[in-house]
């Protein structure tokens, strides 16, 4: 679905941190396949448009977005921007092309979550079909632990979670089998979608045969996701062996540091049990006593803060693991050894220095060097390694949930800041806008005649306020 959107909309797919810091388009904007919204190459109202797009695509409203892409081809020609609607009237065709293929699977073209439901040892499996104007889009696996409930009130059960959630809500949802107070769920559901909703238990026909399919992939995803979780236990268990740790590592929690020359500072702790990442275990933290650009003192934080009110064993990880390399590991160990924690085992990673110092190879991938307070030289695990590819992917996303949050704390900062830099826009000006608009994105969106009947503010200073913002945000 990603390669098929990317392909028929130029919508971006860098990274937020390449993104944030382009200075010129990528390749994709030089073969028409972004707009380039990364060096202002677009309107933002212009790039608002293709995104609502792709959302009605995958919403399965394409025939409704093959109507609103031919009215934007005829406005174009109208305006004589032939190059414009020519590209438009491409996009239309290969849509259309991707519509011919898309399979069938419903005569009744609705919206439709088809519950697909598997039962085997102590695990169930819910895999809901999407089904949107008769047309199969996809589906998604979900997997719970049964605790002996019967069927029927897990499927209740998660209906309610499931649509609650801010879900899109179809018009008929079919089940494998009835559930307790279903006409209630239908008025509950009908009520946050605004028109009516039914839940059926097809006996036979067309329903009864999608149904079947949902409950054979729900079945598939239990068997894929026992072959996963083997998986991740041999790499566990090899895992503890190869680096020497006192545990098999089933959850593993990660650092990261992120900073701009000390400014705006944070870190970032994931956590991840048996492989997976837990997001209730994840934790930012904004650095409060640490000024400068000193990682390490801020790594000395973020642990202190983390660990020192840890309540007991069951709030400690077998592992942690830091970005980074001797240093950080020093700073951890400093840590650990103020607060007693003696069971818990470190290890930091980095890559190896190439010339010159740089991080970055210069041919191929750089080697991870794996670093232990027991061991004087780093331990290498090869770059094929399925240990190392796990240990990769646990401190990127350390770096990702950093990264994340500094984005948005910096831009929120940066924002209220420039706002009192505005010339006769001082602090108390600056509040009062805040107190009138609710917020920096009120203050953006207020019209100039709003912006000069604002309390302290005059036309002439509502002129510079409403010509910041659009200069600045264009």
């Not at 079909?129 to 998660?158: A, N, Q, T």
């Not at 729900?218 to 026992?226: G, I, Q, R």
């Not at 904004?286 to 202190?304: F, H, Q, S």
């Amino acid at each position: 679905t990603l390669k098929l959107i990317r392909r028929l909309f130029p919508i971006r797919t860098c990274l937020d941190t390449k993104f944030t810091n382009r200075l010129r388009p990528c390749i994709n904007y030089e073969m028409g396949r972004c707009l380039g919204p990364c060096c202002d190459r677009t309107d933002p109202a212009e790039y608002r448009e293709v995104v609502n797009q792709v959302r009605m695509f995958l919403e399965g409203k394409d025939r409704d977005l093959v109507q609103r892409l031919k009215k934007r081809m005829e406005e174009e020609s109208e305006r004589l921007q032939f190059e414009s609607a020519a590209k438009i009237r491409d996009q239309i065709e290969h849509i259309e092309k991707v519509i011919e293929k898309q399979k069938i699977v419903s005569s009744d073209f609705i919206d439709q979550d088809v519950i697909g439901f598997h039962r085997q040892d102590h695990s169930v499996i819910i895999h809901p079909l999407f089904v949107r104007g008769g047309k199969l889009l996809g589906g998604k696996g979900f997997s719970f632990p049964s605790h002996g409930l019967p069927d029927e009130e897990i499927l209740s059960s998660f209906l309610y979670q499931f649509y609650h959630e801010g879900k899109f809500i179809p018009e008929q949802i079919l089940l494998p089998k009835a559930v307790p107070e279903q006409t209630l769920i239908e008025e509950r559901l009908a009520d946050l979608k605004g028109k009516k909703v039914q839940i059926l238990v097809p006996a036979r026909g067309g329903k009864k045969h999608l149904l079947q399919m949902a409950c054979e992939n729900a079945e598939k995803y239990f068997h894929s996701e026992a072959e996963f979780e083997r998986d991740q236990k041999k790499i566990l268990d090899t895992l503890k062996e190869r680096l020497h740790l006192r545990r098999v590592p089933r959850r593993i929690e990660a650092f990261d540091i992120s900073n701009l020359q000390g400014g705006y500072a944070v870190g970032s702790m994931v956590s991840f049990e048996d492989g997976r990442p837990n997001k209730d275990g994840y934790r930012h933290f904004r650095i409060r006593t640490v000024e400068g650009a000193d990682d390490y003192g801020m790594m000395y934080e973020v642990l202190l803060r983390r660990y020192q009110k840890a309540g007991g064993e069951g709030d400690l990880p077998d592992l942690v693991l830091l970005d980074g390399g001797r240093g950080q590991l020093n700073v951890a160990q400093e840590v650990f050894n103020e607060l007693g924690i003696k069971e818990v085992d470190l290890i930091s990673l980095a890559k190896e220095r190439g010339i010159g110092g740089s991080r970055t190879a210069r041919f191929g991938k750089t080697e991870e060097k794996i670093f232990h307070p027991q061991y004087k030289d780093p331990l290498q695990l090869g770059k094929q390694s399925p240990l190392l590819h796990l240990l990769d992917r646990i401190r990127d996303e350390a770096h990702r949930f950093a990264i994340t949050y500094h984005k948005k704390m910096r831009g929120k900062e940066t924002i209220k800041s420039v706002i009192g830099d505005i010339p006769g826009i001082g602090k108390k000006r600056e509040r009062e806008l805040l107190k009138q608009f609710g917020s920096v994105e009120g203050i953006k969106k207020a019209s100039l005649d709003e912006l000069a009947k604002a309390p302290r503010m005059n036309e002439k200073l509502a002129q510079k306020v409403f010509a910041f913002f659009r200069e600045s945000f264009q």
